[in-house]
């Protein structure tokens, strides 16, 4: 029977439990904020980790390069503790990339919104259709 997840995927989700705990407790630097871990990808040979992180209420691009390069500073000392935690042979090397997800969702969605409420048909033919099918199954 074939392993639900592989071995990188298992190694990729302790370092993100971990890193998300390392950089809530550890990580003082007050130019940080509030990080969030939403991912990681390990490579087949676990040479190399990409941590993907979101900055809760940072939307300014500028900002969110700072706090990567802190995250970049930090990688040596949140890999050192990583490696206490995570017993491998190997520890990945960390690099940090910004998840542009949770922006790109909110954007999205804004758009439908904004495309729903300019839409005058929308509730028209939709509400229409719905009362035609409810008549013709009571009869």
Not at 53 to 77: H, N, P, Y
């Amino acid at each position: 029977m074939a392993k639900e997840y592989s071995r990188t995927q298992r190694v990729a989700d302790q370092i993100q439990r971990e890193l998300a705990q390392l950089i809530q407790q550890e990580m003082k630097d007050p130019r940080l904020g509030m990080v969030t871990v939403s991912g990681v990808d390990v490579t087949r040979d676990l040479a190399f980790a990409d941590v993907f992180v979101s900055f809760l209420g940072v939307d300014d691009q500028k900002q969110i390069d700072e706090s990567l390069e802190v995250l970049k500073r930090a990688s040596g000392f949140l890999r050192s503790q990583l490696a206490r935690a995570i017993k491998l042979r190997f520890t990945p090397q960390l690099r940090f990339r910004y998840d542009a997800s949770m922006r790109r969702g909110a954007f999205l969605s804004d758009l439908i919104e904004k495309a729903r409420s300019q839409d005058s048909d929308y509730e028209g033919p939709l509400s229409d259709k719905a009362g035609r099918e409810e008549s013709e199954s009571k009869e």
